[in-house]
């Protein structure tokens, strides 16, 4: 491994990138079906994209990760080793990942283009403004909220009950202060005071509809029946009665399209939306995942937080609206965040303590086992600290390798696709030896509230799910009009398989507690709320912005 390593920002910055135009040539991307943003990033156009329809598709990975602990996991730092490494090993590979949100990168999480020798580039475009996509995603949104007010200020003929309205406003920024306001005020000419809120962009079903749609015609379909509220006789009102989806799509149309980027060693890179992982998704679009399977023979992907939330989504949502087949799932895991979730203290995870480690592997066998329940083959990547043991590592392979799982000591981050070859060669060997077994969890007809407590128990180990009479009411009434066979999408901690954030390892014989149920008619799938759930973050007492800034030369100073 590398003894010294610079800054992200530095390696990036050294970097000598291909042009767009060269990188786009190796999967076969002719320049006039690029839509170049400068030198180094550019998208898709859309009849490219429909004349590679009657292709044959790639092999899919999926990369997730055991439940997330304040030492990091490195996800997103592995997909991009591992599509390194899978060129390194002389495959035909790309790279799909979700575009970075602003709120993070200003905030306490920081960017999300990975790490080390394991980046995407130009790492600041992608970080910051990219392609102007999330702000395209905003003006929609916001759009349809101006139109709402703007209805009932002028005679309110779909009697929409202002006490009613669902649809907030949004800002890809991290401000508490906007989380809950009274807007309207100032007067007659301002229109009926009541009360709202914003959630960050990311947070938008607006965001949800454009990772879920498959072209421009499925994206103004998904909107017109988005719900932004009831009218007094508790009947849904949607975007298409208020006849906002047109201009809405029209913001959207670019947005709509995949940006192509590329790794520090050249590999393709398509990033592109990124929705929450609690009460959306938490995947990248499906068209830039399904494009990418049209033009390399292996994609590896990745899905937000661990693999009881990312993956479970990513099978149960993502790939039954897109008929994906995903061949293999790659689940991250670090010595540290092991032994953190066998409980050690977060200020001693440098020292040896192979009771933790222990303790914390039941974490690792549990999201080991469950992606056998959707007949998708596991592998472990272990990202390597430079402290960790050999001993360490050694009882996380034995352990896995009891399971019928084969786990790898990855370098990437140091090594770049030098340091995942190994695990490149066994994700080759797997997903080549045998055909997609993939299945999702449950079928479109089972009732919503069984949904539900299916992932409970057969993911989270639990007992049961629990809701106060006003929400089973609401999961019923949501039966009732048709939403039945629309995929859950559970909205918990992603600190533990529990509720609890505080309850490590794979606890069992816990319930899990339904606090609010939520309808994204437009995106296609029911949120269930399980506690406290925030869609517009605060910034920390020390913000990420406060240390960047412009340098002597004109560059971007603190950012990673």
């Not at 590979?93 to 020798?117: D, Q, T, V």
């Amino acid at each position: 491994m590398t003894s010294e390593i610079e800054s992200d920002i530095e390696i990036a910055r050294a970097a000598e990138m291909k042009s767009i135009l060269e990188i786009g040539a190796e999967l076969g991307i002719g320049a006039d079906a690029l839509e170049p943003y400068g030198h180094y990033k550019a998208k898709l156009n859309d009849d490219f994209i429909q004349s590679l329809a009657g292709r044959p598709d790639g092999k899919l990975i999926l990369v997730t990760a055991i439940t997330p602990t304040p030492a990091g996991e490195g996800k997103t730092t592995t997909t991009v080793g591992l599509g390194d490494g899978m060129r390194r090993v002389g495959k035909k590979a790309a790279i799909c990942l979700r575009e970075p949100s602003l709120g993070p990168c200003f905030g306490m999480k920081g960017g999300a283009a990975g790490g080390g020798y394991a980046q995407i580039v130009p790492m600041e475009d992608i970080n910051l403004h990219f392609t102007g996509d999330f702000h395209a995603i905003g003006a929609a949104h916001n759009l349809l909220s101006a139109m709402i007010d703007n209805h009932i200020y002028w005679g309110n003929a779909l009697e929409i009950d202002a006490r009613r309205v669902s649809w907030k406003r949004v800002v890809d920024m991290n401000d508490r202060a906007l989380r809950d306001i009274v807007a309207s005020l100032g007067g007659v000419t301002n229109g009926f005071p009541r009360q709202s809120g914003f959630d960050i962009t990311v947070a938008s079903e607006i965001m949800a509809i454009l990772c879920l749609a498959t072209d421009l015609s499925d994206l103004e379909h998904r909107i017109e029946k988005i719900v932004i509220g009831q009218n007094r006789n508790r009947e849904n009102i949607t975007a298409k009665q208020l006849n906002a989806a047109g201009a809405m799509s029209v913001l959207l149309r670019d947005a709509l399209k995949p940006n192509l980027v590329q790794s520090l060693e050249h590999t393709p890179a398509f990033v592109h939306g990124g929705p929450f992982a609690n009460i959306a998704h938490g995947c990248n679009s499906l068209i830039a995942t399904k494009t990418a399977l049209k033009l390399a023979d292996y994609v590896i992907t990745e899905a937000g937080f661990g693999a009881d939330l990312g993956a479970e989504k990513f099978f149960n949502i993502k790939c039954r609206k897109g008929n994906l087949k995903p061949d293999a799932a790659v689940i991250v895991a670090t010595i540290k965040a092991l032994k953190f979730q066998g409980g050690a203290n977060v200020k001693q995870l440098d020292e040896t303590n192979m009771d933790a480690l222990k303790g914390g592997l039941e974490n690792l066998g549990r999201h080991i086992r469950n992606m056998g329940q959707f007949g998708v083959p596991a592998l472990v990547a272990i990202n390597r600290f430079t402290d960790d043991t050999a001993d360490e590592i050694a009882a996380v392979i034995a352990y896995c390798k009891k399971l019928g799982v084969s786990a790898h000591e990855c370098t990437h981050w140091a090594d770049g696709g030098a340091g995942t070859a190994s695990l490149a060669e066994e994700v080759v060997r797997v997903v080549d030896s045998h055909a997609s077994q993939f299945h999702t969890l449950y079928d479109d007809d089972m009732e919503l509230w069984l949904k539900a407590r299916h992932i409970a128990r057969s993911l989270y180990g639990a007992d049961d799910i629990i809701g106060e009479k006003k929400v089973r009411d609401q999961f019923q009434a949501f039966q009732d009009q048709g939403f039945g066979h629309l995929p859950v999408c559970m909205a918990k901690t992603p600190y533990s398989f529990s509720t609890d954030p505080l309850l490590k390892g794979a606890p069992t014989h816990h319930v899990v507690p339904i606090r609010e149920v939520r309808l994204s008619a437009g995106a296609g799938f029911i949120v269930a709320v399980c506690g406290d759930i925030m869609t517009m973050p605060g910034l920390p007492r020390h913000p990420a912005a406060e240390k960047i800034g412009i340098g002597e030369n004109g560059e971007t100073v603190g950012l990673f």
